[in-house]
T-cell receptor, first 111, second 115 residues
Framework: GNSVTQMEGPVTLSEEAFLTINCTYT??????LFWYVQYPGEGLQLLLK?????DKGSNKGFEATYRKETTSFHLEKGSVQVSDSAVYFCALSGGYSTLTFGKGTMLLVSP | DVKVTQSSRYLVKRTGEKVFLECVQD?????MFWYRQDPGLGLRLIYF???????EKGDIPEGYSVSREKKERFSLILESASTNQTSMYLC??????????????FGPGTRLTVT
């Protein structure tokens, strides 16, 4: 079946540091890939997406590239801010319109 | 903007009670979903619905049921609440975009405590 593995957190960074959160997946067929973000006390929001191999999703300075050869979709940002502190979830689309999520990675950014 | 609302942000119930969690979306989406979120486990799909009066089991349906009588409303029912159902419950609805495009919009969540 489908599965998503992402690095465990928390990831602790200083403001303006470079961020990478690793995500790898196992899936049949050609899934779409997503990063969702959950700010404290809120539901999940779509951060970015990629629907086919080599696509790059980007939003709010975050980027991720759909790498079919390594089955990866790593999230990156060149310079994080305190306001980026949140939990980040990698996900893939499966059958029946459902999503399979990773366990989430907490990011803590200090001033 | 798409809006998904959930009836309560916090709920405390006793073991054995019947519990209803309500979710409403305002964008005429056909698909709706219920997840639970637990530390270290991420999000797990409980039930989903393709359309009115349709329902499908997700990965962890045991102890839950659902109801979808109207397109905008999807209810999660705990027939007899137990302490292991203490969790954050998230509702989502899905846009019917092009094939392969599967964005879901989430509500703010209901944190349920069963004592």
């Amino acid at each position: 079946g489908n599965s998503v593995t992402q690095m465990e957190g928390p990831v602790t960074l200083s403001e303006e540091a470079f961020l990478t959160i690793n995500c790898t997946y196992t899936a049949t067929g050609y899934p779409s890939l997503f990063w969702y973000v959950q700010y404290p006390g809120e539901g999940l929001q779509l951060l970015l997406k990629a629907t086919k191999a080599d696509d790059k999703g980007s939003n709010k300075g975050f980027e991720a590239t759909y790498r079919k050869e390594t089955t990866s979709f790593h999230l990156e940002k060149g310079s994080v801010q305190v306001s980026d502190s949140a939990v980040y979830f990698c996900a893939l689309s499966g059958g029946y319109s459902t999503l399979t999520f990773g366990k989430g990675t907490m990011l803590l950014v200090s001033p | 903007d798409v809006k998904v609302t959930q009836s309560s942000r916090y709920l405390v119930k006793r073991t054995g009670e019947k519990v209803f969690l309500e979710c409403v979306q305002d964008m005429d989406h056909e698909n709706m979903f219920w997840y639970r979120q637990d530390p270290g486990l991420g999000l797990r799909l409980i039930y989903f619905s393709y359309d009115v009066k349709m329902k499908e089991k997700g990965d962890i349906p045991e102890g839950y049921s659902v109801s979808r009588e109207k397109k905008e409303r999807f209810s999660l029912i705990l027939e007899s609440a137990s302490t292991n159902q203490t969790s954050m419950y998230l509702c989502a609805s899905r846009t019917t975009g092009e094939p392969g495009f599967n964005e879901q919009y989430f509500g703010p969540g209901t944190r349920l405590t069963v004592t």
